[in-house]
C-alpha cells in the first residue's frame, strides 16, 4: 500500500492517489519519484486523491510538512496547478498542512477539495476529457481497508 502514479506527458497531467496505509517513507519515496526529471515539465496539471481507505496512523505532521516544503523546488510548479482531493477529515487536515508547507506566492495554484468535490476538482485542472480515466484509476485504489484514518 502507499501510492500510485500515473504520468500523461501528452497533457502534462499527474495523477497520484495514496490508498492504504501512508508511511513516512512512502511519502519520501513519493517526494523523491516526482522531483525527478520525468515529471520537470512546467505547467503541469496534478491530481492527488486521498482515498477513504488510506490511513495516516503512520505518519505524522512532520512527514507531510517536509514534503511540502522540498516540493517547493520542484521544477514543474511553475504556472502549474495542484488539486487535492481528500476523502476523508484526517487527510483533508493533512492536505492543508501540504498546501500551507509548499505554498510558494505565484508559482502554482494548489487547492484542497473535499472528497465529495472531486468533479469541481477536475474541472478547476481543466482536465475534464480524462474524467473517466481518472475515475477508473481511483476506482481500482478505492478499496475498503481494514486500516481506516
Known amino acids: 500500500m502507499g ?3 500515473h504520468h500523461d506527458p501528452d497533457k502534462n497531467f499527474l495523477l497520484t492517489i ?3 496505509p501512508v508511511k513516512a517513507s512512502d511519502l519520501r519515496n513519493y517526494t523523491a519519484e516526482i522531483l525527478g526529471d520525468r515529471y520537470s515539465d512546467p505547467g503541469k496539471k496534478r491530481l492527488t486523491i486521498l482515498c477513504e481507505n488510506a490511513s495516516a496512523h503512520r505518519l505524522d505532521h512532520h512527514a507531510v510538512y517536509a514534503a511540502g516544503k522540498q516540493l517547493q523546488q520542484a521544477r514543474f510548479r511553475p504556472d502549474g496547478r495542484l488539486a487535492i482531493v481528500a476523502k476523508n477529515t484526517v487527510g483533508f487536515g493533512m492536505a492543508k498542512m501540504y498546501q500551507l508547507a509548499s505554498e ?3 508559482l502554482d495554484e494548489i487547492r484542497v477539495f473535499h472528497g ?3 468533479d469541481s476538482a477536475i474541472q478547476w485542472l481543466g482536465t475534464s476529457e480524462i474524467t473517466d480515466t481518472i475515475l477508473k484509476r481511483i ?3 478505492e478499496k475498503p481497508s481494514l486500516e481506516t484514518i
Do not use: N
Open 3 to 5: 501510492f500510485f502514479i
Open 18 to 20: 495514496f490508498h492504504g
Open 104 to 106: 510558494v506566492e505565484g
Open 116 to 118: 465529495h468535490e472531486l
Open 139 to 141: 476506482t481500482a485504489y
